[in-house]
């Protein structure tokens, strides 16, 4: 069985040589890997072939199989994520503060990489790619550890990134797959002290709460996305409609997407006609408490275990509520931190919502679906934070550093 001690040592390794890399080779590294995925696309399809296959067979529902499944188009965009990567400004070696003490020290406090960074994901194998490269631009080695649905197509990608970036004059211990999808291959990761410093997983929330729960390594906890849409009483109800059927049904699948939404009383009768005529066009399925039910009969009585559930799919809950304060209050209990929003023409409601909902991202009179580092200015990201320690929302390069001070002297003692 692999080592993951030994991809640990090898990580730690490679994380000092690309510590002291430049600038101009890491993004030849980065330039050498988007033309990698665009010559060898038939290539990595074939793998995810093999993937899709034994993911039809092994029972994955569709939603799951969007996610794993690559295309040339899909291939071209990770491609297109690598080359925004290589544009971005270096984010290693940036002064963020300086002074000259009274005795003659110059300090500074510049940023430098986190190091060696793991990250433990699902059945998205575009992950691999865009981890890779946004940790490698950050100046740090990575361990990639995706899961049994993808690794056929993990493996392909990631030996084509590895030849890559030797290309380049980079170590290939820069950029590691952990090749065994057991459990026991996850759980030897999330416990590699004294090599990896941090772990970011992303995935569904078993993943998550696994991680946690278990890992011994610094973790960023990421990717839970029980996101809510509140319908005010004083919303504009066709724009409500239009962000509920985008924030559920552009991609159900993905953290971002609406997963429960709360109607006030006064307008949930018009509210959920106009929601629901939308949400029929996708056969999305409602699970409504007793008020909504009564209001869309069709609807199927949702359960407690409901308002907590990221379905990843064409499911929403619905819920009525007789105040914004109800609706508060229900986001702050079965909510995940992630993206919330209030569609309102009332300016108090929004400043309200604004201040008491505690997330990631909270919007007004926008869909969810753009908690998003591309969407946000920020180009490509590893994941969406919804910790407040280090780093909140998505995470882009800047969040993949660490700082370190820089002290000058000429000899002073203390």
């Not at 080359?83 to 270096?90: G, K, N, T």
């Not at 197509?153 to 380049?168: F, G, Y």
């Not at 066709?238 to 953290?255: G, H, L, Q, Y």
Request: net charge negative; glycine share 10%; charged share 20%.
């Amino acid at each position: 069985m692999q080592s993951i001690v030994n991809l640990g040592i090898n990580a730690k390794s490679a994380a000092r040589t690309l510590a002291c890399a430049g600038t101009q080779v890491k993004n030849k590294a980065l330039e050498n890997i988007a033309a990698s995925l665009r010559a060898n696309a038939a290539q990595i399809v074939a793998a995810n072939d093999i993937d899709i296959e034994n993911g039809k067979a092994a029972g994955l529902s569709a939603s799951l199989l969007d996610r794993l499944r690559l295309n040339a188009g899909r291939i071209e965009g990770m491609a297109a994520g690598v080359d925004e990567i290589a544009l971005a400004a270096d984010p290693v070696g940036n002064v963020l503060w300086g002074q000259v003490r009274p005795n003659g020290l110059k300090i500074s406090k510049v940023t430098v990489p986190l190091g060696v960074i793991a990250v433990i994901f699902e059945a998205r194998p575009n992950v691999t790619s865009d981890a890779a490269a946004l940790c490698l631009k950050a100046g740090n080695a990575v361990i990639l550890r995706g899961g049994k649905e993808a690794i056929n197509s993990n493996t392909a990608i990631t030996a084509l990134m590895r030849d890559a970036i030797t290309d380049a004059g980079l170590p290939a211990g820069c950029i590691q797959l952990v090749e065994d999808t057991s459990r026991e291959s996850a759980a030897a990761l999330m416990k590699l002290n004294g090599y990896v410093d941090v772990l970011i997983p992303r995935g569904g929330a078993g993943l998550i709460r696994s991680v946690v729960e278990n890992a011994t390594v610094p973790v960023i906890e990421t990717g839970v996305g029980n996101c809510h849409v509140y319908i005010d009483r004083d919303a504009d109800l066709d724009m409500a409609a239009e962000i509920v059927f985008n924030a559920k049904t552009s991609r159900p699948s993905v953290c971002n997407a609406c997963e429960t939404l709360l109607v006030h009383a006064d307008v949930a009768g018009e509210a959920l006609a106009k929601v629901k005529s939308r949400l029929d066009e996708k056969n999305v399925e409602l699970r409504g408490d007793k008020r909504t039910c009564a209001i869309l009969p069709g609807s199927i009585p949702a359960a407690e275990d409901d308002w907590y559930r990221e379905y990843g799919d064409y499911i929403l809950a619905v819920k009525v509520v007789d105040s914004i304060h109800e609706a508060i209050d229900h986001i702050a209990r079965y909510g995940s931190g992630h993206s919330e929003c209030i569609v309102t023409g009332s300016y108090a409601a929004s400043e309200q919502f604004q201040a008491q909902v505690d997330a990631a991202a909270v919007y007004v009179n926008a869909s969810t679906r753009y908690t998003d580092g591309g969407e946000f200015g920020f180009g490509a990201e590893i994941g969406i934070s919804t910790q407040k320690l280090h780093a909140r929302g998505p995470l882009g390069l800047m969040n993949l550093l660490s700082e370190k001070y820089i002290v000058l002297g000429s000899g002073q003692v203390r």
